[in-house]
Nanobody, 127 residues
Framework: DVQLQAFGGGLVQPGGSLRLSCAVSGFTFDDYAIGWFRQPPGLEREEVSCLSSSVTHFADSVKGRFTISRDSAKNTVYLQMNNLKPEDTAVYYC??????????????????????WGQGTVVTVSS
C-alpha cells in the first residue's frame, strides 16, 4: 500500500521557521517524485515544491525561504520553511508527482493518475 503522512505543522510567528515532514511507505523515491502543495483558507490549492532525483523546484512565492530534502533511509521528505509570512498560512500536503518541465519552468504533476496524497498538516503564521 502506498501511503504518505505529512506532519510538523503548527502556529508560528512571522519570521519564524517550521519543518514539515512527509513520511512515505509502499514505494521508493526511485518510483515517484514528491511534491508539496498547500491550500490557503478560501483559496485554490497551489504547488509549493517538487523533488525528484534530478529536479528541485520551488514556487516563486517561497523561493529563497523554503528548502526541500529527503532521507532515503527514513523514507521521509522534509520541507524546511524559513522566514514564514502570514500568506504562508495554509494546509500543506505532500503527494507523489512527476516534476515536469513545461514552458520554462517545472510543475509538480500528480502521478500516477491523481497521485497518492497524505493528509494535510496545518501551518498558521500569525502574531
Amino acid at each position: 500500500d502506498v501511503q504518505l503522512q505529512a506532519f510538523g505543522g503548527g502556529l508560528v510567528q512571522p519570521g519564524g521557521s517550521l519543518r514539515l515532514s512527509c513520511a512515505v511507505s509502499g514505494f521508493t523515491f526511485d518510483d515517484y517524485a514528491i511534491g508539496w502543495f498547500r491550500q490557503p483558507p478560501g483559496l485554490e490549492r497551489e504547488e509549493v515544491s517538487c523533488l525528484s532525483s534530478s529536479v528541485t523546484h520551488f514556487a516563486d512565492s517561497v523561493k529563497g525561504r523554503f528548502t526541500i530534502s529527503r532521507d532515503s533511509a527514513k523514507n521521509t521528505v522534509y520541507l524546511q520553511m524559513n522566514n514564514l509570512k502570514p500568506e504562508d498560512t495554509a494546509v500543506y500536503y505532500c503527494a507523489t508527482v512527476k516534476c515536469t518541465y513545461y514552458s520554462h519552468r517545472y510543475y509538480a504533476i500528480p502521478f500516477p493518475e491523481k497521485g497518492f496524497w497524505g493528509q494535510g498538516t496545518v501551518v498558521t503564521v500569525s502574531s
